[in-house]
Protein backbone atom coordinates (compact mmCIF):
# COMPACT_ATOMS: atom_id res chain seq x y z
CA UNK A 1 0.00 0.00 0.00
CA UNK A 2 1.33 3.83 -1.16
CA UNK A 3 -0.06 6.47 0.32
CA UNK A 4 0.42 10.24 -1.67
CA UNK A 5 -0.74 12.99 0.40
CA UNK A 6 -1.15 16.40 -0.85
CA UNK A 7 -3.11 19.98 -0.29
CA UNK A 8 -0.81 21.57 2.27
CA UNK A 9 0.29 25.02 1.96
CA UNK A 10 0.57 28.65 3.99
CA UNK A 11 -2.80 29.90 4.56
CA UNK A 12 -3.66 32.83 6.81
CA UNK A 13 -5.63 32.44 10.44
CA UNK A 14 -9.21 31.96 10.24
CA UNK A 15 -8.38 30.41 6.42
CA UNK A 16 -9.60 26.56 4.58
CA UNK A 17 -7.28 24.21 3.86
CA UNK A 18 -8.13 20.77 2.06
CA UNK A 19 -6.21 17.65 2.52
CA UNK A 20 -6.02 14.77 0.39
CA UNK A 21 -4.53 11.39 0.53
CA UNK A 22 -4.83 9.00 -2.16
CA UNK A 23 -3.27 5.23 -1.88
CA UNK A 24 -3.14 2.20 -3.65
CA UNK A 25 -3.89 -1.06 -3.17
CA UNK A 26 -7.23 -3.59 -2.24
CA UNK A 27 -9.21 -3.11 0.67
CA UNK A 28 -9.34 0.41 0.93
CA UNK A 29 -13.19 0.25 1.73
CA UNK A 30 -12.54 -2.32 4.93
CA UNK A 31 -9.69 0.60 6.42
CA UNK A 32 -9.43 2.36 9.55
CA UNK A 33 -8.19 5.79 8.15
CA UNK A 34 -6.38 8.75 10.11
CA UNK A 35 -4.85 11.72 9.51
CA UNK A 36 -2.17 12.89 12.06
CA UNK A 37 0.00 16.01 12.60
CA UNK A 38 3.53 16.29 14.13
CA UNK A 39 4.58 20.48 15.35
CA UNK A 40 8.34 20.87 15.54
CA UNK A 41 9.33 20.03 18.77
CA UNK A 42 6.20 17.96 19.11
CA UNK A 43 5.36 14.17 18.99
CA UNK A 44 2.78 13.16 16.74
CA UNK A 45 -0.35 13.01 17.33
CA UNK A 46 -4.15 12.23 16.19
CA UNK A 47 -6.04 14.50 14.47
CA UNK A 48 -8.83 12.69 13.17
CA UNK A 49 -9.59 9.67 12.00
CA UNK A 50 -12.84 7.29 10.04
CA UNK A 51 -13.37 3.77 10.54
CA UNK A 52 -14.53 1.30 8.16
CA UNK A 53 -17.90 1.12 9.60
CA UNK A 54 -18.93 4.42 10.15
CA UNK A 55 -17.85 6.20 13.42
CA UNK A 56 -14.80 9.27 13.29
CA UNK A 57 -13.23 10.80 15.95
CA UNK A 58 -11.26 14.17 16.19
CA UNK A 59 -8.66 15.22 18.72
CA UNK A 60 -10.72 17.95 21.02
CA UNK A 61 -8.18 21.06 19.51
CA UNK A 62 -9.97 20.43 15.98
CA UNK A 63 -13.38 19.55 17.06
CA UNK A 64 -16.05 21.84 14.60
CA UNK A 65 -13.29 23.17 12.71
CA UNK A 66 -11.86 20.12 11.08
CA UNK A 67 -13.88 17.08 8.90
CA UNK A 68 -12.79 14.04 7.99
CA UNK A 69 -14.15 12.22 5.15
CA UNK A 70 -13.59 9.41 2.96
CA UNK A 71 -14.48 8.17 -0.88
CA UNK A 72 -13.76 4.51 -1.33
CA UNK A 73 -14.04 4.39 -4.70
CA UNK A 74 -11.31 6.99 -5.27
CA UNK A 75 -9.31 5.18 -2.20
CA UNK A 76 -9.04 8.67 -1.08
CA UNK A 77 -9.20 10.26 2.19
CA UNK A 78 -9.80 13.47 3.08
CA UNK A 79 -9.25 16.14 5.71
CA UNK A 80 -11.17 19.52 5.38
CA UNK A 81 -9.93 22.01 7.95
CA UNK A 82 -11.45 25.22 8.67
CA UNK A 83 -10.84 28.05 10.77
CA UNK A 84 -7.18 27.28 10.87
CA UNK A 85 -5.25 28.76 14.08
CA UNK A 86 -1.55 29.31 14.16
CA UNK A 87 -1.29 26.42 16.35
CA UNK A 88 -2.51 24.10 13.57
CA UNK A 89 0.71 24.44 12.02
CA UNK A 90 2.59 21.30 11.76
CA UNK A 91 3.30 18.38 8.95
CA UNK A 92 0.09 16.27 8.48
CA UNK A 93 0.54 12.58 7.68
CA UNK A 94 -2.25 10.40 6.85
CA UNK A 95 -2.26 6.71 7.78
CA UNK A 96 -4.27 3.45 6.85
CA UNK A 97 -4.55 0.76 9.22
CA UNK A 98 -5.73 -2.71 7.29
CA UNK A 99 -8.44 -5.11 8.49
CA UNK A 100 -4.88 -7.20 8.89
CA UNK A 101 -3.80 -4.55 11.40
CA UNK A 102 -0.98 -3.17 8.84
CA UNK A 103 -0.09 0.40 9.10
CA UNK A 104 1.13 2.29 6.30
CA UNK A 105 2.31 6.18 6.25
CA UNK A 106 1.76 8.85 3.70
CA UNK A 107 4.92 10.82 3.23
CA UNK A 108 3.12 14.11 4.99
CA UNK A 109 2.13 17.70 3.61
CA UNK A 110 3.09 20.39 5.30
CA UNK A 111 0.51 22.77 6.38
CA UNK A 112 1.26 26.49 7.53
CA UNK A 113 -0.82 28.53 9.60
CA UNK A 114 0.48 32.70 9.44
CA UNK A 115 -0.52 36.39 8.60
Known amino acids: VQLQASGGGLVQPGGSLRLSCAGS????????LGWYRQAPGKQRELVAV???????KYVDSVLGRFTISRDNAKNTVYLQMNSLKPEDTAVYYC??????????WGQGTQVTVSS
Open 95 to 104: KITTPGDREY
Open 25 to 32: GSGFGLST
Open 50 to 56: STWFGPT
